[in-house]
């Protein structure tokens, strides 16, 4: 497609985080031309955005599109009660609909609230139906089925055996790996350490830079984890990792909440890049992490909102505000500032798929991946003396997503879904959560 955006206010995210009064030129997926006043008479789609503002979409970097439908199924849990009385056994029921509707249920909400790019972890099943529903929906992502080849209380539906969990993420990889020239990708996904062998994690790291590709775990979550880790193991979760071979700039953390200095360390020194959730942490207790020390260390940090039944909703505009406000207390009120968590939130979270030359910013020849907001209410105003980015941060919400653009097509307008049936996934939705707390024994 053809489109002009015209007399926006872009905020580019460019180097020097530019913020222009302008209009954008798209051809096909890509920005063709910022500037004011361009004449354009080609153009197949001409949309007025004045007084409006231009965002780049948003990358979450830790989802799972698989337990959207579990919403309000784990509340008021710690971790791993969380996940062996809730979550696992739900996620060993899954069918191929479920998953499907699932992922869409998720993808619908993130499109809404203007992320355009995740990082999604799948189950150990049917994940062929949740790659589906990201190449129908138009989203941006890399995904991965979850691999599990240990654990205590694991649910006999999700233990694998290594070599069936290796080739199943291979066969994976092979068929969905950039597909749709690159929008969509793979990552391998152990769970984490706790339900992963040795053999599992270094056929991973051997996997991974055959194919150069990701790596998405979990690690530092929760006290108790670290405990299981160090008994099972004798070291710390980065520690082992790096002793693997996986701390590396395709290895990508969730959470990292209870690290030592020598983690931190290994972290900062292999460029691995760490999954702010601060949402999740909040809610499973699990703790606040040292944000301000690892972005002083340089080390990449971005943003996720986890998962729905940990978290409750998918939305990067609540994940910027927490990470902003809970490290006020502690740090003070010019710790974690609006502009920190925005770059968290955009290039920070490109810079973790390692495709910072690609989406992330607002900038000619960039990937056409943005998100057009309407300021224009009592909860963002006066907007005269303010600065974008601190308006955008703190007063603004999901609701004033009005239209997500991701590889320069529209997939909602004016508040519209083009590429997910909204009416249809929401009954499946429901139709699925009840079969599956059927068939898990759940209530």
């Not at 972890?121 to 890399?142: D, P, Q």
Request: charged share 25%; with cysteine.
């Amino acid at each position: 497609m053809n489109m002009l955006i015209k007399n926006a206010e872009i905020v580019t995210m460019n180097k020097k985080e530019e913020i222009l009064t302008a209009d954008l030129h798209i051809i096909n997926d890509t920005i063709a031309c910022i500037g004011a006043n361009l004449d354009v008479p080609q153009a197949d789609k001409i949309i007025d955005a004045t007084g409006k503002t231009i965002i780049p979409g948003f990358v979450q970097t830790h989802i799972h599109l698989c337990q959207t439908v579990f919403r309000g199924q784990g509340d008021d849990l710690e971790l791993m009660d969380w996940l062996r009385n809730k979550i696992w056994p739900l996620e060993a029921s899954h069918d191929e609909e479920s998953i499907y509707y699932s992922a869409m249920l998720g993808i619908g909400e993130l499109i809404q609230s203007g992320t355009t790019t995740i990082v999604d972890m799948e189950t150990v099943n049917h994940t062929e139906y949740a790659f589906k529903a990201i190449a129908e929906s138009g989203i941006r992502a890399l995904s991965g089925k979850v691999m599990m080849d240990k654990g205590e209380e694991v649910p006999l539906a999700l233990q694998e055996n290594t070599n069936q969990s290796i080739r199943e993420s291979v066969d994976l990889l092979e068929k969905w790996h950039n597909y749709d020239n690159g929008r969509v990708k793979y990552a391998f996904s152990p769970r984490f350490v706790v339900s992963c062998t040795e053999q599992l994690l270094r056929e991973v790291q051997t996997l991974s830079e055959y194919y150069n590709v990701m790596v998405h775990t979990h690690a530092s979550e929760n006290l108790g984890e670290i405990e299981i880790v160090q008994r099972d193991t004798g070291m710390r979760n980065i520690v082992y990792l790096d002793h693997l071979g996986l701390a590396t700039n395709r290895l990508i953390l969730a959470h990292c909440i209870w690290l030592d200095d020598e983690e931190k360390r290994i972290i900062r020194d292999r460029g691995v890049h760490v999954s702010h959730c601060p949402g999740s942490n909040l809610k499973l207790a699990s703790g606040i992490a040292e944000t301000p020390f690892m972005l002083s260390e340089n080390i990449s940090l971005s943003l996720g909102a986890d998962g729905s039944p940990c978290n409750n909703n998918l939305d990067m505009f609540n994940e910027m505000r927490l990470a902003a406000l809970i490290q006020k207390p502690t740090h003070g009120p010019t710790a974690m500032d609006a502009h920190t968590v925005f770059k968290m939130a955009t290039i920070g979270g490109a810079k973790a798929v390692g495709m910072e030359s690609e989406i992330g910013s607002i900038e000619v020849g960039k990937k056409a991946d943005l998100a057009i907001l309407n300021l224009n209410d009592f909860h963002t105003f006066p907007s005269y003396g303010v600065d974008p980015i601190s308006r955008i941060v703190y007063s603004a919400t999901r609701a004033d997503v009005e239209t997500t653009i991701i590889n320069g097509k529209i997939v909602m307008e004016d508040g519209l879904l083009k590429t997910v049936n909204k009416k249809l996934v929401l009954h499946e939705a429901n139709t699925s959560i009840k079969r599956l707390l059927d068939r898990a024994l759940i209530k």
